[in-house]
């Protein structure tokens, strides 16, 4: 199985993405069935999906597997939904603040990930990773890739599977702060994701 893995680059006030540190890490491992292909996308309305849909056009894998960071978070959180809105709360990487205005100007309301979400967040608590199921990935970038992703394989009719992972952010970028903020270590992010590039392998060699 061919898997298409995306992170993100830092963004906002952060030298670090999760993201971009656990595609990183996993690019320099083997992971049985898998060839796996990485690229880290950029924080920016029009780069970062185009150079995602160009990644996919190029690289034709059979999944895709995007991840991005979630400020906040205290799980590895599988989204299920993307929704047609951008709503930025911050300025992409380019300074676009961009509010209440559609994706795609004529697309439909919310894509739902094709990938195995339930089992994949099974997988996760069974390895003693923290885990949950999320039914908004937020109005940003992350939203935006899922939503562009789901709907060019919509539009043209295509079978490959893709969905979303929100990481929880790094200790380092919560160390020193005034209030206490939840993180994760790289080596669990690392395990977590690896389950669940497992999962997906065992699924699409028994959906295919």
């Known amino acids: 199985m061919k898997l298409l893995l995306t992170g993100f680059e830092p963004f906002g006030n952060s030298p670090l993405n999760p993201s971009e540190e656990v595609v990183h890490q996993l690019a320099q491992q083997e992971i049985e069935g ?33 991840l991005g960071e979630a400020g ?15 709503d930025f709360s911050i300025s992409d990487n380019g300074g676009h603040l961009v509010t209440d205005k559609p994706i795609i100007a004529d697309g439909p ?7 195995p979400t339930r089992p994949m967040v099974n997988a996760l608590t069974e390895a003693g990773i923290p885990a949950q199921l999320s039914y908004s990935a937020g109005t940003f970038l992350c939203n935006q890739v899922m939503y562009e992703m789901l709907h060019y394989i919509h539009k043209h009719q295509l079978k490959t599977p893709a969905g979303f992972v929100h990481l929880p952010q790094l200790p380092q970028q919560t160390a020193g702060k005034n209030y206490p903020l939840p993180s994760m ?3 669990l992010m690392v395990a977590g994701i690896t389950a669940v590039i497992h999962t997906i392998t065992h699924w699409y060699t028994t959906h295919s």
């Open 185 to 187: 270590s790289l080596p």
């Open 34 to 66: 898998v060839e796996l292909l990485t690229v880290i996308l950029p924080v920016e309305r029009f780069t970062g999906p185009d150079t995602l849909i160009r990644t996919y056009i190029s690289a034709q894998p059979d999944v895709v597997l995007s």
């Open 72 to 86: 906040g978070i205290t799980a590895v959180t599988i989204e299920r939904v993307a929704i047609n809105l951008l």
């Open 109 to 115: 309301p919310a894509y739902f990930a094709t990938l």
